[in-house]
């Protein structure tokens, strides 16, 4: 989806590094930069992490961050707009380019956040632009910038490990992940639906009939997409969402948590590393949660996306989760998963072993029972931000 980025930057970072003057609109008024749409007081653009919180300090290495600006239409006529968010490094060279295309109605606002995991440590600027059109960069606002200091490996605390694997009974895990859907099924029109696909266009009925032939899939543009592509249906392991009434169990990438304990407990999450194979992918610092389960109940971790059809990759993909029990922490592993098929199957645990099958349909042995799991005791924290947690 985004290496359409990689083919056009060549073609549309000469207008931006021309720098082109600002041009005052033809209508009786121009656009208008919306400071106050936001509780937060914070200058446009504003950085944004995977939660919609500012931040305000330094961005940890492979966080996925969001940056958003405000802007109304407070001109008497249509406004049609092309917005820009530009990313360079300390050198000027652009790392990252993408852009939002449209027309703004009268008096109407938009709040666009584009995000950006960065892959190296050092000092970004990210740049805004709203011009009349990709091909016309006369610009509507002036541009806007935000400087983004990214930390250095040297400066993240790592994890130290002061146990290893082991053979460890279910009694003294108290919860584990028990199962990981990776590709749920697309969603679906019903037959008679008429399906409209015109690039660049999307409404409640956008839908193409490629990409499964004989089925109406939604579909829809992503940012800087050439293709509708498949919107998957959002399902959960449980009705419950681990973050509480506050959150939603339901995602298209979701695993569920699950208490091995005849008794209530209440652990502290604080962190979800996301592995593909045995190697770091993306992690994901959490605010410290207290998630409170029942004997042998569950709770559902959603992941969802930002704009894009799935947050993580389907091949090879595994789970860490660490949180503190009683005292201690611990860190629950799942092996390497592959997930293709977009239907209703998901991996779940046994307590002994995967096994690739409908939803829900493996039991869990109650306690207790021996098991090998990997079981880390975490002495320190690690904080990094990869995807939106629902």
């Known amino acids: 989806m985004k290496t359409q980025y990689l083919s056009i930057i060549l073609l549309v970072v000469p207008f931006i590094t021309e720098n082109p003057q600002y041009v005052e609109a033809t209508c009786s008024t121009g656009l208008h930069v919306d400071e106050t749409a936001h509780s937060v ?12 919180k500012p931040i305000t300090g330094t961005v940890k290495l492979g966080q996925q961050i969001q940056i958003l600006e405000d802007f109304t239409n407070e001109q008497a006529c249509d406004k049609t707009f092309a917005y820009l968010l530009q990313i360079q490094d300390i050198n000027g060279v652009t790392v990252s380019l993408s852009w939002i295309t449209g027309t703004l109605h009268p008096g109407q606002s938009l709040s666009p956040a584009q995000s950006w995991t960065p892959r190296e440590a050092g000092t970004y600027e990210a ?9 016309n960069p006369d610009g509507l606002l002036p541009p806007e910038s935000v400087t983004i200091t990214v930390e250095s490996p040297e400066q993240i605390v790592t994890p130290v490990v002061s146990s290893t694997i082991a053979g460890i009974t279910a009694p003294h895990i108290p ?3 028990n199962q990981v859907e990776l590709d749920s099924a697309f969603a679906f029109f019903p037959d008679n639906q008429t399906c409209y696909d015109k690039p ?23 940012l800087g997409a050439s293709s509708c ?10 009705n419950r969402s681990c973050f509480g009434p506050d959150g939603s169990p339901n995602a298209p990438q979701w695993f569920d948590l699950y208490n091995t304990q005849n008794k209530t407990v209440q652990i502290q999450l604080f962190q979800l590393i996301i592995l593909q194979g045995e190697k770091p992918w993306g992690n994901e610092g959490l605010f410290p949660t207290k998630v409170n389960l029942g004997p042998h109940e569950k709770c559902t971790i959603g992941l969802g996306p930002v704009d894009e059809p799935l947050s993580l990759d389907q091949s090879n993909m595994g789970f860490a989760a660490s949180y503190t029990f009683e005292g201690k922490n611990y860190t629950a592993t799942t092996q390497p ?14 307590g002994n072993k995967w096994t690739f099958a409908e939803q829900n349909t493996i039991p869990v042995p109650e306690f207790p029972f021996a098991i090998t799991v990997l079981i880390i005791s975490v002495t320190s924290l690690i904080i990094f931000y990869r995807i939106k947690f629902k």
């Open 200 to 222: 660049g266009f999307v409404n409640n009925y956008t839908c193409s009939i490629a990409i499964i032939p004989g089925h109406k899939v939604q579909c829809t543009y992503f």
């Open 41 to 52: 007081p914070a200058s446009n653009p504003t950085v944004l992490d995977s939660f919609g």
């Open 127 to 135: 740049q805004t632009f709203v011009w009349k059109s990709l091909k």
């Open 337 to 350: 998963m592959t997930d293709i098929s977009n239907d209703s199957k998901t991996w779940q645990f046994d």
């Open 229 to 238: 592509e498949p919107i998957h249906q959002y399902t959960s392991g449980t």
């Open 175 to 177: 919860v584990i992940i």
